[in-house]
Each structure stands twice: as structure tokens, then as C-alpha cells.
């Protein structure tokens, strides 16, 4: 059974830094998988803002959060993470990271029926 594992959140000052962890089990990152991350802000849809292939390191990136975000793995740990600098307010959301398999990405990078398998998120809160 594959799992995703979220830590990292919390309650941060505008300005300030979080890593989150995206711990997998049930899949090995030799494999053709794609790690990306999503958030979902109060009342707003999930939306992707970024995503790794652990195998070859490919990572993609929102307009919205490129320069303040970087996503990284540690294919030894079985884990992702999500350094985000200089937290705003409107950063404030649960976020989830989820898996798909690697050819999905023809479909489009954040279609969220091609994720089989999501984490249960954790929520990140900006106070301004």
C-alpha cells in the first residue's frame, strides 16, 4: 500500500521559513514516479505548485512561487521536501503532496485524477 506522509507546518511570521517533508512508503523512488505538491487555501480549490521526479531530479515550479519555493528529494529516505522562504499570508493552506506515475505528465502536471495517492496535508498559517 503506497503512503504520503506530510509534516512541517505550522504557525510562522510573514518573512519566515518552513521545510516540509513528504514521507512515501509502498513506492521506491527508482521508479517513475512524480512527487508534487499542492495547497488549498479556505475556501479556494487545490491547486499544484510544484513537483519532483525523484529519479532524475526534474522539478517544476508555479509562476506564483518560483524564488521563494525549491522542492528537493532524498531518494535514500524515501522523502520529499518543500523549502519555502519569505512565508506571506496568502501562503496560509494545507498542503498536500501527492504521487502519480510518470507518464501522467502528458496530461498536464496538477491533474488531480492522474494522483493516486495523496498525503492528509499539513497546514501552514502566515500571521502578517
Known amino acids: 500500500e503506497v503512503q504520503l506522509v506530510e509534516s512541517g507546518g505550522g504557525l510562522v511570521q510573514a518573512g519566515e521559513s518552513l521545510r516540509l517533508s513528504c514521507a512515501a512508503s509502498?513506492?521506491?523512488?527508482?521508479?517513475?514516479?512524480?512527487i508534487s505538491w499542492f495547497r488549498q487555501a479556505p475556501g479556494k480549490e487545490r491547486r499544484g505548485v510544484s513537483y519532483?521526479?525523484?529519479?532524475?531530479?526534474?522539478?517544476y515550479y508555479k509562476d506564483v512561487v518560483k524564488g521563494r519555493f525549491t522542492v528537493s528529494s532524498d531518494n535514500a529516505k524515501n522523502t520529499v521536501y518543500l523549502q519555502i522562504n519569505n512565508l506571506q499570508p496568502e501562503d496560509t493552506a494545507v498542503y498536500y503532496c501527492?504521487?502519480?506515475?510518470?507518464?501522467?505528465?502528458?496530461?498536464?502536471?496538477?491533474?488531480?485524477?492522474?494522483?493516486?495517492?495523496w498525503g492528509r496535508g499539513t497546514q501552514v498559517t502566515v500571521s502578517s
Open positions: 501527492a504521487a502519480m506515475q510518470t507518464p501522467w505528465l502528458r496530461a498536464g502536471p496538477f491533474l488531480h485524477e492522474a494522483y493516486y495517492t
Open positions: 509502498g513506492i521506491t523512488f527508482d521508479d517513475d514516479y512524480v
Open positions: 519532483i521526479i525523484p529519479k532524475n531530479g526534474r522539478t
